[in-house]
């Protein structure tokens, strides 16, 4: 059985209670039954979706639950293979019987009875899915899914070795923040080392998977995969153009708030120049310290600081716990970085991480905590398309919780000075946060409307972004190779194309609804779960303005909200 237990919030009417995917043969017969079944009004629709929407939970959770397992043990030939089952066997048919129910339901005569507000997210969503569906991308996407999971089993027997001790990447990435400076030169080297070890098997992994997309964007009439991609992710409120301007007001409003820090971190750290290895520590120059004793510790406090404020929060953390929904800490054979993944037949979802002991891990922590609790908060929507919301609106509920949070940030660090230095190491990530997100951004747009190109021509695409988005203050003098592979440890452009820009849309809607909970914190919070609670029942700038806020990366925005963040580290500056 691949999940730890199976836990339903709503019991089945549609499928038989002990019913389990196996294989496409036992699946077939109640998309059949969809398919055939006559709709003569409104009530019939009606139970025509709910039922839908029963079985593509069922479908949708086993899948999750393969892809968790694959990730908790990268090693393990029986998940990937119930993993490859799934994607090979089984998800070919489901996309083909998906893109029949949808023109069922988007040609049947009662669809426009539904509530026309509720629906309007939905049925655009599934229009732009029927009209991108090509049948010889079927089989080409099962292919790609399985590709895209060598990336974790290359990413997981990744490790480093100092002083006779072995480290995860994770668990040694935590030396870069150490205040002794020759530990984190030591570590640094190690760690680029191991993955220049890799920079090959890691570009040759990159090549199959965009010759792949490209494919699939050529299948569907279009020149490129990037234009591709925006159409399948449903991007209807902005383009290339829009993500290459915000892209500018990263450079123009954030890269000087970004030099104000480095320049601060070089005077305290009495240096006159940074170098790579001084990337990740603080500005302040001081290691707050350990921020929990280990992960149930980190768990247990993430629960305390939920409940303070909402009870719905830490009821929902604490749920996820007692059914074991939980997977926390960094070992060897585990898939780097983290996720909540929702469970729609459970309503309980799933939590990954690799905490290590870092300030960074309170922040993954309650990120996660703030997914988990949106899939709590839409859940009772009738139907599974419903609750599905673009990452723009998803990370909106994440990053607003690492906010909520911050105020509680004593349970993880109870002296005041410490708590100091940890909210100021927070904000200096949020700050690095946009420009790291533009090169992210960038090179993908660059990698996607050129395609064919060498592996050189791609190395320096990067370099090209890195002297617009790099810090300034860094010498990179002797070690300017390390620098062309940086790209390789971001997880999303390999599993998750163009999933990037969302962060930084989010993270200014995060920052202007901890300014808002400053201000007033229980209608800051009232707001916050109400949009949450939509689901994708409105399009995004409806459920930014229903949480109080705007969906907004102009320039003017982003000046705006920096210059709030600037006064909010000044202010804990003058603290220490």
């Not at 023109?103 to 309007?120: A, N, V």
């Not at 010889?136 to 990744?158: C, F, T």
């Not at 990263?250 to 001084?278: C, G, H, N, S």
């Not at 979802?349 to 870092?358: E, R, T, V």
Request: hydrophobic share 40%.
């Amino acid at each position: 059985m691949l999940q730890p237990t199976l836990v339903r919030y709503r019991d089945r009417r549609y499928v038989p209670a002990d019913f389990r995917v196996v294989d496409w043969v036992g699946l077939e017969p109640f998309y059949r039954e969809l398919l055939e079944r006559p709709i003569l009004g409104l009530e019939d629709l009606e139970a025509w979706l709910r039922d839908r929407s029963e079985l593509e939970a069922i479908t949708v959770e086993d899948a999750r639950w393969r892809f968790i397992q694959t990730t908790r043990d990268t090693a393990s030939e029986d998940h990937a293979e119930a993993f490859r089952r799934f994607a090979v066997d089984i998800k070919p048919e489901l996309v083909r019987r998906e893109q029949a129910l949808d023109r069922k339901f988007l040609e049947c005569p009662y669809t426009e009875l539904l509530p026309k507000q509720q629906f309007f997210p939905y049925l655009r969503k599934l229009q732009q899915r029927l009209e991108l569906f090509r049948e010889e991308n079927v089989a080409l996407q099962a292919e790609h899914q399985v590709l895209q999971k060598e990336y974790d089993r290359i990413s997981g027997k990744l490790s480093v070795e100092l002083d006779g001790k072995v480290y995860t990447m994770q668990q040694a990435s935590l030396a870069l923040t150490d205040p002794d400076r020759s530990l984190r030169e030591a570590m640094y080297l190690r760690l680029a080392n191991r993955r220049l070890e890799e920079k090959l098997t890691y570009d040759e992994l990159y090549d199959q998977l965009l010759e792949q997309r490209h494919q699939m964007a050529v299948n569907a009439d279009f020149d490129n995969f990037r234009d591709y991609q925006f159409a399948n992710l449903g991007r209807f409120d902005y383009g290339p153009a829009d993500c290459y301007a915000f892209h500018d007001a990263i450079e123009q409003e954030v890269m000087p708030l970004v030099q104000f820090l480095d320049l601060r971190k070089a005077t305290l750290l009495d240096l006159d120049q940074l170098r790579p290895w001084d990337d990740r520590i603080g500005c302040t120059g001081r290691y707050p310290g350990q921020p929990f004793a280990d992960a149930a510790d980190m768990l247990d406090k993430s629960i305390q600081a939920l409940y303070r404020l909402d009870p719905l929060f830490g009821d929902t953390l604490s749920t996820m716990r007692r059914r074991d929904y939980l997977d926390l800490e960094s070992r060897m054979g585990k898939a780097p970085g983290g996720y909540n993944c929702t469970l729609p037949e459970s309503g309980v979802p799933f939590i990954f991480m690799n905490a290590s002991g870092s300030t960074r891990d309170v922040k993954t922590i309650t990120h996660e905590a703030g997914h988990a609790v949106h899939a709590v908060l839409s859940r009772d929507l009738p139907y599974t398309g419903l609750k599905e919301p673009p990452s723009e609106i998803a990370e909106l509920a994440a990053m607003g919780m690492e906010y909520f949070c911050f105020d509680h940030w004593d349970l993880f660090w109870p002296d005041p000075e410490k708590q100091t230095l940890a909210r100021i190491e927070h904000l200096e990530r949020v700050v690095n946060l946009f420009p790291w997100v533009a090169m992210i951004d960038g090179f993908q747009h660059w990698v996607y409307t050129h395609p064919g190109h060498s592996i050189s021509e791609r190395e320096q695409a990067w370099l090209d972004l890195h002297a617009r988005f790099g810090s300034r203050e860094i010498d990179w003098t002797d070690y300017e190779h390390y620098k062309v592979f940086q790209w390789q440890g971001q997880m999303h452009l390999f599993k998750v194309p163009f999933y990037y820009i969302e962060y930084a849309m989010a993270q200014l809607g995060a920052i202007a609804l901890w300014r808002n909970h400053q201000a007033d914190p229980a209608g800051t919070l009232k707001q916050y779960k109400d949009a949450l609670a939509l689901g994708y029942t409105k399009p995004i700038a409806e459920t930014y303005a229903t949480a109080g806020i705007r969906f907004d990366f102009s320039r003017g925005y982003v000046r705006e909200l920096m210059g709030f963040v600037k006064a909010e580290l000044e202010r804990l500056f003058a603290e220490l």
